[in-house]
C-alpha cells in the first residue's frame, strides 16, 4: 500500500512546519484580492529553490489548496472574489455577510472546501490513468459547446430577468473581444493604450464587483443610523457541520461538477464554481431563495472549487501538459528541481508524487481547522462603519487590481468597469453574467476558429462540428439547458406578482 | 570638517556627472520585464538564470522579474519600448523570432531598433512532433502525406509569428507542399495538448517542452528546426540532414535587453557581467534539469544574429 507509505513522510517537524506555512500563508495570500492562486503559487516558487524537491513541493501544494480556499473569504465579506473560482461564492456568501451571518456562511464555506478539495485530491491519487484519458477527450469542437453550455447559464445566473441577464452577457462577451486576438492576432477596439493586452479578467473581477458597492457606502453619507451597525451573529461549528451534511444535494452536486470540470484543460477552474451553483439551484426545490443569502449557494459554491483543485492537476501529472496557468506554476517548480512530471512519476519519483499528494490532502484539513478558526473572528469585518470599509475595499481594489501585472493600465479597467457597473446595477443587471460572458467568449471564440482551420482543413464544419457523441451529448444538455430556462420563465410569469416585483426591486437598490 | 569633505564629495559627484553615477551602477536591485506570464518557459528560465545576479562577483544586486503578459508579447515589448525608464535598472527579456516577426507584421510599437541586446542565455530550437502511435516515423513520410493530400495535414504550433510558424513556413517553402498549420491560442502547451490528443496530424513544438513529453512516452520527435542537432535529443536528425533547406531562424533565442538610450557604460558593464552570470555552475545545473537548452551569446555576436534574423524573417513573411 503505497499510499500510507509516503504519509508519514509529511508529519516529520520539518515538512509539517512548511505545511502549516504554505497553508496560513496560502489562506492569506487567497484572502488579499487579486493575489490568484497562480500568482501565490509563483510567489512561492523561489523559496523552494534551497529545499529539497519533496519539501518544496509541500509547501507549494499546501499554497496551492489554502488560496483556492482563502479566496472565499475575500468574497464572503467583501464581496470582491479574489479569483474566477470564487464569483459564485459572493453570490449568496455576501448577502449571508451582510445580514449578519459572516461567520457561519465562512464557516460553511471552509467545511465544503473542505469535503470538496479532499475528494478531488483522492481523485487524484487513485484514479490519475483513467481521468487523463477524459481530460484529453475535449478537442476545440468539444470546448466550443462547452463554452456555449456556459453561455446558457447567463440568462439565469443572478439576474431579475433573463432578458437583462443576456444583455450583461453580451456585455461580457464584447469585453472579451477587445485587445489583440489570440490566434490571428487582430487589434479589435484597442482605444487606449491600458486595453491592448485585452481585459484581464482579475481586475475585471474586482471592480466589477467590488466598486459599485463602494460608491452605494459613500453614496450612503455618515448617517449614523442605528440600523447600520450589524449584530454578528456567533455561530457554533458543531451547527455548521450539521448543516453542511444536511445540505448533502448541494455538497454533492458541487463536488462531483468541480471534478468533472475541474479535469477540462483551460476551462475549469474558472467556470467550476459558477457551473456548480447553477446546478444546484436547478435541482434545489428552494430555488427562489439563492441569491438572498442560502447555504446552499456557498456550500455548492465553494466544494466545486475546491474539488476541482486534484483534477486540474491530472492533466499535468500524466501528461505533463499544465492544464491551468496554476499548474504551469507548479510545472516550473517541479522542472526546477529536474523532475519531469509524466505517468511514469508515481513509479520514478514515489517520494515526490505521494508526498506531493498528501500535502495536498493535509493542506486541506489544515485549511478547514484555521478557517473554522478565524471565521467567527474574520466576520466582525461587517461591524466596521461602512465610510471606514468603503475606503478599505477601494483600496485593496486598487491594490489588488495593480499587483496582477505591476500595470496602472489595469487598475482604470478595473476603476471604469466598476463605474459602469455602478449604473447598470441600478437597472438591473449584475455582474455575475457580465463576467462569465467576460470568461467564456474567448474561450468560445478560439476553439470555434480553431476547430473551423481543422474542419476545412480535413472534412467539413457540419462534420466536425456536430458529429461524434460527445459533440452530440453536449449539444443536447445544452438544448435541455435552454429548454429548462424557458420553462421556468414562463411559469415564473404567471405567478409574479407586484409584491414580488417590489421586493426585489427594493433588494437590488 | 566632515561635513566640509561631504559637501566636497558631492559637489565632485556633480561636477563629473553621471559618470560617476555609471562606475558605482547598480545600486539597487533591477527590474527584469518578462512579456509572457509566471510560469511559462520565457519566465521559468528568467528565473533561473538571474538568481545569482545578487552575488558580489555578479551585480551585487538582485533582479526581479515582472511579468507583463498579453497579446503574444506585444503588451510587454510595446510597454518596453515606449514606457521603460532607460536608466539600467529595467532590463527586458527578448524572445527572437517572435518580437521581430511581430514589428514586420506591424501594429507594435517597437522594432529591433528599439531595443539594445546585452546578452543572450538560450536557445530553443523548434521541432517536429507527432503522437506516439502515429504512422508517420520521419519528416519524409510526413511530406509524402502532405504530398497525397494537399492542404490537409494538420499540424499544431502556438501562434501567428511565433517561432513555430516561422518553423512552418519554412517546411512549406522547402518541401514545396501546402501544410494546414493551426496556431494554437494556450501556447506551445495547448498546441502539445493537441497532438498529444489526435485532434491534429503533428506539431511545432519547443524542443524542451517536446523533450519531456517524449520521456513520458506521449510522442515521437521527428525533426530539429536547427543547424546541428541537439544534445538533448542526440538521435533526432535536423530537417536539413532530413533533405530539407530549413537554418535556423526559427530558432526561438531567449536574452536580456534594455531600451535604446541607456547610457554606454551601463550597458558594458552588463553586456560584461550577465554571460558570466549565465556561466555559473548552479545555473548551468538547474537550466540543465529542467530541460532548457542553454546557448550563451556576448552582445557583439546578438547584434550580428539580430540583424540577420531581420532579413531572413522580411524575406518569409513578405509571402503573408
Known amino acids: 500500500m503505497e499510499f500510507l507509505l509516503y504519509f508519514g513522510d509529511v508529519f516529520t517537524p520539518f515538512n509539517f512546519g512548511l505545511l502549516l506555512i504554505g497553508t496560513i500563508g496560502g489562506l492569506i495570500l487567497g484572502a488579499t484580492p487579486g493575489l490568484s492562486p497562480t500568482m501565490a503559487v509563483a510567489l512561492l516558487i523561489p523559496f523552494t529553490f534551497r529545499l529539497e524537491p519533496a519539501q518544496g513541493l509541500i509547501l507549494l501544494g499546501a499554497a496551492y489548496t489554502s488560496t483556492v480556499a482563502g479566496g472565499a473569504v475575500s468574497a464572503i465579506l467583501l464581496k470582491i472574489p479574489g479569483a474566477p473560482a470564487n464569483i459564485a461564492t459572493t453570490l449568496d456568501g455576501h448577502t449571508m455577510a451582510q445580514q449578519g451571518h459572516g461567520a457561519r456562511a465562512l464557516q460553511l464555506s471552509f467545511l465544503a472546501s473542505a469535503v470538496g478539495g479532499v475528494f478531488g485530491v483522492l481523485l487524484l491519487i487513485f484514479l490519475t490513468p483513467v481521468l487523463a484519458q477524459w481530460a484529453l ?12 453550455l456556459g453561455v446558457t447559464v447567463i440568462g439565469s445566473l443572478d439576474s431579475s430577468s433573463v432578458v437583462k441577464g443576456l444583455l450583461s452577457g453580451c456585455i461580457g462577451l464584447w469585453l472579451a473581444t477587445i485587445g489583440f486576438d489570440d490566434i490571428l492576432g487582430a487589434q479589435r477596439f484597442i482605444f487606449h493604450s491600458s486595453v491592448s493586452g485585452g481585459i484581464n479578467v482579475i481586475p475585471a473581477l474586482i471592480g466589477l464587483f467590488a466598486i459599485p458597492q463602494v460608491i452605494t457606502m459613500f453614496a450612503k453619507g455618515r448617517r449614523r443610523l442605528n440600523a447600520e451597525v450589524l449584530a454578528v451573529e456567533r455561530h457554533p461549528i458543531h451547527k455548521a457541520f ?16 468541480g471534478s468533472i470540470i475541474g479535469l477540462i484543460p483551460g476551462v475549469g477552474g474558472q467556470i467550476a464554481g459558477l457551473v456548480a451553483y447553477d446546478q444546484a439551484r436547478k435541482m434545489s426545490p428552494e430555488r427562489d431563495k439563492f441569491g438572498t443569502g442560502h447555504s446552499e449557494g456557498v456550500i455548492a459554491a465553494e466544494s466545486a472549487n475546491n474539488a476541482m483543485v486534484g483534477p486540474s492537476l491530472v492533466p499535468l501529472l500524466t501528461l505533463s501538459i499544465p ?10 517548480g517541479l522542472l526546477i528541481h529536474g523532475i519531469f512530471p509524466g505517468s511514469d512519476l508515481f ?3 514515489p517520494d515526490v508524487a505521494w508526498t506531493f499528494s498528501h500535502s495536498m490532502l493535509g493542506g486541506q484539513i489544515q485549511m478547514c481547522i484555521f478557517g473554522l478558526y478565524v471565521a467567527g473572528l474574520a466576520a466582525k469585518v461587517a461591524q466596521v462603519p461602512i465610510a471606514v470599509m468603503g475606503a478599505v475595499v477601494l483600496g485593496l481594489a486598487v491594490f489588488g487590481s495593480y499587483s496582477v501585472q505591476n500595470s496602472m493600465g489595469d487598475v482604470y479597467v478595473m476603476a471604469a468597469l466598476g463605474t459602469g457597473m455602478y449604473f447598470l446595477e441600478r437597472f438591473g443587471f449584475s ?17 470555434f476558429i480553431q476547430g473551423s482551420m481543422i474542419a476545412n482543413a480535413t472534412s467539413s464544419m457540419g462534420a466536425y462540428f456536430l458529429t461524434g457523441t460527445l459533440n452530440i451529448v453536449l449539444i443536447a444538455i445544452v438544448v435541455l439547458s435552454i429548454g429548462y430556462s424557458v420553462w421556468m420563465e414562463l411559469r415564473h410569469r404567471r405567478f409574479i406578482t407586484k409584491d414580488d416585483a417590489a421586493r426585489k426591486k427594493e433588494a437590488l437598490s | ?49 538571474t538568481m545569482t545576479a545578487g552575488n558580489e562577483d555578479a551585480l551585487g544586486m538582485p533582479i526581479a522579474i515582472i511579468n507583463k503578459p498579453g497579446a503574444g508579447g506585444r503588451v510587454g515589448w510595446n510597454w518596453f519600448a515606449t514606457q521603460a525608464d532607460a536608466d539600467g535598472y529595467t532590463l527586458g527579456a527578448y524572445n527572437i523570432p517572435h518580437f521581430i516577426a511581430q514589428s514586420i507584421e506591424g501594429g507594435v510599437e517597437y522594432g529591433a531598433d528599439s531595443f539594445e541586446p546585452i546578452a543572450n542565455w538560450g536557445a530553443d530550437p523548434a521541432v517536429f512532433v507527432v503522437a506516439a502511435d502515429s504512422e508517420f516515423n520521419s519528416m519524409a513520410d510526413v511530406v509524402d502525406y502532405a504530398k497525397e493530400n ?14 513555430h510558424h516561422i518553423a512552418a513556413l519554412q517546411l512549406e517553402k522547402a518541401a514545396g507542399v501546402k501544410l494546414a498549420y493551426i496556431p494554437n491560442n494556450q501556447g506551445g502547451a495547448g498546441a502539445m495538448k493537441a497532438v498529444i490528443a489526435g485532434e491534429v496530424l503533428g506539431g511545432v513544438n519547443n524542443l524542451s517542452d517536446a523533450f519531456r513529453a517524449r520521456e513520458a512516452g506521449n510522442v515521437k520527435i521527428l525533426g530539429v528546426f536547427d543547424l546541428e542537432r541537439n544534445d538533448f535529443l542526440p538521435d533526432v536528425p535536423t530537417l536539413r540532414e532530413q533533405g530539407f533547406d530549413i537554418d535556423n531562424a526559427s530558432v526561438n533565442f531567449r536574452g536580456v535587453m534594455v531600451p535604446k538610450g541607456t547610457p ?29 537548452p542553454m546557448h550563451i551569446m556576448t552582445r557583439a555576436e546578438v547584434i550580428e544574429m539580430w540583424k540577420a534574423r531581420e532579413v531572413t524573417l522580411k524575406e518569409l513573411l513578405a509571402g503573408l
Open chain 2, 150 to 163: 494537399p492542404g490537409r495535414l494538420t499540424f499544431s504550433g502556438a501562434g501567428l509569428f511565433v517561432g
Open chain 1, 347 to 349: 513509479d520514478t519519483n
Open chain 1, 323 to 332: 492544464g491551468s496557468p496554476t499548474a504551469a506554476v507548479l510545472l516550473g
Open chain 1, 431 to 447: 455582474a455575475a453574467p457580465l463576467v462569465l460572458g467576460l470568461i467564456l467568449g474567448p474561450i468560445a471564440e478560439a476553439n
Open chain 2, 264 to 292: 554606454q557604460p551601463v550597458i558594458d558593464k552588463l553586456a560584461e557581467v550577465l554571460p558570466t552570470m549565465f556561466e555559473n555552475g548552479r545555473v548551468q545545473g538547474r537550466m540543465k534539469a529542467g530541460g532548457s
Open chain 1, 137 to 148: 477527450a475535449f478537442g476545440p469542437s468539444h470546448l466550443f459547446w462547452l463554452a456555449i
Open chain 1, 242 to 257: 450539521r448543516e453542511v451534511f444536511r445540505r448533502s444535494r448541494a455538497l454533492s452536486i458541487g463536488t462531483l461538477t
Open chain 2, 1 to 49: 570638517m566632515k561635513k566640509l569633505l561631504v559637501a566636497a564629495s558631492i559637489a565632485m559627484m556633480g561636477l563629473t556627472g553621471t559618470a560617476a553615477a555609471d562606475e558605482n551602477y547598480p545600486e539597487r536591485p533591477i527590474m527584469l520585464m518578462v512579456s509572457y506570464g509566471a510560469g511559462g518557459a520565457t519566465d521559468f528560465q528568467a528565473r533561473i538564470v
